[in-house]
């Protein structure tokens, strides 16, 4: 019995160390900032180096590109990281305006310094500037982005109207809209009849599903947690009870790091986020005997809630940095609602999986709950020695 369960714990382990390093990435997303000039309407952000090229991107897990290390590239790369960024934007975006195609061309900015240098960044990830170019067209009408990116990433855009600056967000298959201008179509008869209204776009929409899909389908930290909270009491009323404390919790330091009220170091955030699970894993190991779920366990969940939140923060902080303080709410409770409902739906899956193994629930518990230790502590190994 003790070698079985030996050979079982080695197989888990095994498993585990195949599972990909899920703190450093490329970001599979486009971020722009929308203006509209007198003579020019405009996009502005910074692209991930390693999204936009087509040996790196779409990798499961992909790492990002070294900033010191693309910057010694020599002439002939640098010259194709711009066709190929050039390339994928093209295949990502699409523009709009009074329902046809207008054209637009890519600039590279960094490229026009007399100094050639890529954007800063603490984690020494490579960031190319692009500026996205339309010449106004006459006429009035609906200027929209149309987003063509894979299935969990996003178009977020930022788009400037005087004072009320407002962020938009879209998933593959769908549109944000940039402005739209009053007067007649090029394509219609010149009469009197009314511009259309303008469309109104929920700001959380995109937020909410910016959250759901921070846990779904790739946030593997995320899920083994949940699961492992799962594994001690499989009860709806107790689950629930849990993931909305948890939610709770991770809102609150989530919204204090955007503020900037908040500052904790990424890599002891992320290596207390592996702590968390292998502790959640262990812990069901020693009191699930019990299947009692008591006040320590709710107070434990509560402040792991909050360390996850720091997690959220790094990748949501920048996304909300040109926002002014007062608009940052609704995206703050869209992003938070979606990671609740992706919670909601792990547990459903959950639930699906256990139910018909019932008569063997001592065994799922107990095995469950030390692929969830394993996990969690070969994370904190990766952690604070390999990244």
């Not at 987003?147 to 788009?159: K, R």
């Not at 990424?266 to 968390?276: P, Q, W």
């Amino acid at each position: 019995m003790r070698m079985k369960f030996f050979r079982v714990l080695l197989c888990l382990l095994a498993v585990l160390f195949a599972f990909p390093n899920i703190q450093a990435h490329q970001v599979p997303s486009v971020e722009l900032e929308f203006q509209n000039l007198e003579s020019q309407w405009r996009l502005l952000g910074e692209m991930d180096i390693a999204y936009m090229l087509p040996e790196t991107r779409n990798v499961p897990g992909g790492p990002p590109l070294s900033r010191a290390a693309v910057m010694k590239s020599p002439p002939e790369e640098f010259a194709r990281i711009r066709k190929e960024t050039d390339n994928t934007l093209r295949k990502l975006l699409r523009f709009t305006f009074a329902g046809k195609d207008i054209p637009w061309r890519v600039e590279f900015p960094d490229f026009e310094k007399p100094t050639f240098a890529l954007p800063p960044e603490e984690g020494d990830v490579a960031l190319l500037s692009i500026r996205i170019l339309f010449d106004p067209v006459p006429g009035g009408g609906e200027l929209r982005a149309h987003w063509s990116g894979e299935q969990d990433t996003e178009l977020i855009i930022l788009i400037e109207e005087g004072d009320d600056p407002k962020i938009m967000s879209t998933l593959p298959g769908g549109t944000v809209l940039l402005m739209n201008l009053a007067g007649p179509s090029p394509a219609a008869p010149t009469t009197s009849a009314p511009p259309p209204p303008p469309l109104v776009q929920p700001v959380t929409s995109g937020w909410l599903a910016s959250g759901f899909h921070h846990v779904l389908p790739t946030g593997f930290d995320h899920m083994l947690f949940i699961l492992g909270l799962f594994l001690l009491v499989p009860k709806w009323k107790s689950l629930v009870e849990q993931s909305l404390l948890f939610t709770l919790a991770h809102s609150v330091t989530l919204a204090l790091s955007v503020y900037g009220l908040a500052n904790v170091p990424e890599k002891f955030v992320n290596i207390m986020v592996a702590v968390s699970i292998a502790w959640i894993g262990v812990e069901n190991l020693i009191i699930g005997r019990t299947g009692k779920l008591g006040k320590q366990r709710l107070i434990l969940v509560f402040s792991f809630g909050l360390i996850h939140g720091l997690g959220y923060a790094s990748g949501l902080r920048d996304k909300l940095s040109s926002l002014p303080q007062d608009k940052l709410i609704m995206p703050l409770i869209g992003f938070n609602a979606g990671v609740e409902l992706a919670q909601i739906a792990v547990l459903c899956a959950a639930f699906l999986f256990f139910w018909p193994l019932g008569k063997w629930k001592t065994q799922v518990q107990t095995y469950g709950s030390v692929f969830v230790a394993l996990a969690g502590f070969a994370w904190v190994i990766q952690r604070v020695f390999f990244v």
